[in-house]
C-alpha cells in the first residue's frame, strides 16, 4: 500500500513539473510576437458557417422579423425566386455552392448599396433574432470587409 502510494505521488509530481513547463511555454507565447500575429488572423477570419445554412434548411418559413435578411441573402448569392429558404429546401446543392461562392466586386458594391445601410441587415439586429442568422451574417459582413480591406491594399493605377 505504500509503495502504491509512493508511486502514485512520484507521478503526480511527476505530471505537475510538466504542466509547469507546459504553462510556462504558453506564457512565452502569448508573450511573443507570433502570437498577436495569429490572434489577429484569426479574428479577421470565419469559416463557412455550413451548420447554420443546414439549421436554416428544417425552417418552415422566415420570421417577417428576418424576412429582409433572407432577402439580402437571396440577392448576394443570385436566387432568382427572392425565397432564400424555400430555394435552400428544394436545392440540396445550393450549400456547397455557397461554400465556394465567391461574389465579384460589383456583386458586394451593389449588395452594399442596396442593403447594408437597412437596419434588418445589421449584425445587432439579427443578433437577439436567431443564432444561426447571426452567424451568417457574421461571415457575410466578413466577405464584405475582406473585399474593402483587398481593395485598399491594391495600389491604384496611374493614368
Known amino acids: 500500500m505504500m509503495i502504491e502510494l509512493k508511486i502514485q505521488e512520484e507521478k503526480y509530481f511527476e505530471l505537475f ?17 507570433l502570437f498577436n500575429k495569429i490572434i489577429d488572423q484569426q479574428d479577421n477570419f470565419i469559416l463557412f458557417p455550413y451548420r ?8 418552415h418559413r422566415a420570421p417577417k422579423r ?7 441573402l437571396a440577392y ?11 430555394e435552400l429546401k428544394l436545392n440540396h446543392n445550393l450549400i456547397r455552392k455557397i461554400q465556394f461562392y465567391q461574389p465579384s466586386s460589383t456583386v458586394l458594391d451593389e449588395f452594399r448599396i442596396n442593403f447594408f445601410h437597412l437596419n434588418e441587415i445589421s449584425l445587432e439586429y439579427i443578433q437577439n ?10 461571415w457575410i459582413h466578413n466577405i464584405e470587409n475582406t473585399d474593402r480591406l483587398k481593395r485598399l491594399k491594391q495600389p491604384e493605377i496611374e493614368k
Do not use: G
Open 17 to 33: 513539473k510538466e504542466k509547469q513547463i507546459i504553462e510556462k511555454e504558453i506564457e512565452e507565447i502569448k508573450q511573443s510576437k
Open 52 to 59: 447554420s445554412f443546414l439549421n436554416l434548411r428544417h425552417w
Open 66 to 72: 428576418l424576412k429582409i435578411f433572407f432577402q439580402a
Open 76 to 86: 448576394l448569392f443570385s436566387i432568382k425566386t427572392n425565397d432564400f429558404l424555400t
Open 129 to 138: 433574432k436567431s443564432f444561426d442568422a447571426y452567424t451568417i451574417a457574421i
